[in-house]
């Protein structure tokens, strides 16, 4: 039944009217049989509503969905600047063939791969190749990219500085500062790659404006070690749930991890009689970490009865059904997002797996740790992003913080 999964009746309502109304029930069971979780089972809900809602504008018949139409959802999806588009058009190709084996909608036919944008192609090869950049960045960017070169064409010789911007301020106009930012980055990036290939003329990059942002200007989120403690105390050590959550929650706080290695570690990263951790971070740069004594703990009993049966080399897997390596970094937030809610942390500063990487930072700089240590530890790039973290020790701030002038002293 659905109402184990949608709580708010106005949401069960809408969803009971849709044309999918009849099919949701017995297809959020036929989920649960298979062993999905009750939240992607609820993820899975929402999408294929939408999708449904979305083709009955449009006057399409559930007996005549097929494949073909995924591809307009999609566009419909890009239009409004949804970065999680293919998760939803996953969810509703998985309905379509729940249908298909219900025989409501046709038998698929064999269909042309849609057209691909060749220019965005070589873009994609030429930022790995140049830039090392990793596939989640580049289905980022392509999100922002596609509809950039829908617009202007794909013959960059016909791109002029004018038709840049008008497409920058109708279509980013109205979206936040962080995927603007994200936006303009992304077509910064293309337009540089199109002057390296000689296909547009140099300094045309420099036509997309900057997005406002005052770096380094706030003081880092982070949690007192504490509660970073009471976070990692919070597992169940005795379901392979626990065991692999404890050991996620240990390499992010004690190692300082981000959520995308995590996602991305092997089972051959780890060199057990060195005790070392190689990390490939951004950029393709690796590094070798060593490994604490309580982390290697974790990671052996997870391993040892925790982790499923599985020939994948990541490391880290989900628990439920289908069990897979995990599909993108949310998941690792998502983890501690849930460790937060049990141990009890009612307002931290973010809820996200990076909260814990500034909180390792952070103690390591209380603990008498210099910049460079922590540097190096965390993979900055930068000088100036580790400085960052000098700013913690607030009480000490306030002691060489001059007055300011004609007012009165902080």
């Known amino acids: 039944m659905i109402t184990d999964y949608v709580r708010a009746s106005h949401t069960l309502t809408r969803m009971r009217a849709s044309c999918v109304g009849p099919y949701l029930d017995d297809y959020s069971s036929t989920m649960a049989r298979e062993g999905f979780a009750t939240l992607t089972i609820s993820d899975h809900l929402r999408s294929v509503v939408q999708f449904a809602t979305w083709a009955e504008r449009r006057g399409v018949n559930v007996a005549y969905w097929e494949e073909s139409l995924l591809a307009g959802f999609r566009r419909h999806l890009a239009r409004r600047g949804l970065v999680k588009r293919n998760r939803a058009v996953g969810h509703a190709t998985q309905f379509l063939e729940y249908l298909r084996a219900l025989c409501v909608i046709a038998p698929a036919t064999t269909t042309p791969e849609p057209k691909r944008v060749e220019i965005l192609e070589q873009f994609a090869s030429w930022m790995v190749r140049h830039r090392g950049v990793t596939t989640r960045t580049l289905d980022r960017y392509g999100c922002v990219l596609e509809v950039f070169v829908a617009a202007l064409g794909e013959d960059p010789s016909s791109y002029a500085v004018a038709d840049i911007r008008a497409f920058i301020v109708d279509h980013l106009g109205r979206r936040g500062r962080c995927e603007t930012r994200m936006a303009v980055t992304a077509i910064r990036s293309f337009l540089r790659f199109l002057v390296a290939e000689g296909q547009i003329a140099p300094g045309i990059e420099h036509c997309v404006p900057t997005v406002p942002q005052w770096r380094l200007s706030s003081l880092p989120r982070y949690l007192e070690q504490p509660d970073v403690d009471r976070v990692v105390a919070s597992c169940d050590l005795s379901t392979g749930h626990g065991l692999r959550d404890h050991a996620i ?70 628990v439920l059904a289908p069990t897979r390596p995990f599909a993108s970094s949310s998941a690792v937030s998502d983890i501690v997002r849930f460790a937060l809610a049990r141990a009890g942390i009612r307002k931290p500063p973010t809820r996200g797996a990076h909260l814990l990487r500034h909180s390792a930072a952070t103690a390591m700089l209380r603990a008498g740790g210099s910049l460079e240590t922590i540097a190096t530890v965390l993979r900055h790039r930068s000088s100036d992003t580790t400085a960052h973290y000098a700013k913690v020790d607030v009480a000490t701030l306030r002691q060489i913080a001059q007055p300011w002038p004609g007012g009165a002293s902080c």
């Open 249 to 318: 929650l240990l390499l992010l706080s004690r190692l300082g991890l981000r959520a995308g290695d995590i996602v991305a570690m092997t089972l051959d990263d780890i060199d057990w009689r060195r005790s070392t951790l190689r990390v490939q971070g951004k950029s393709c740069r690796e590094a070798l970490l060593p490994v604490p004594q309580d982390v290697g703990d974790a990671l052996l009993a997870y391993l040892e009865r925790g982790r499923p049966r599985s020939d994948s080399p990541r490391m880290f897997l989900t």
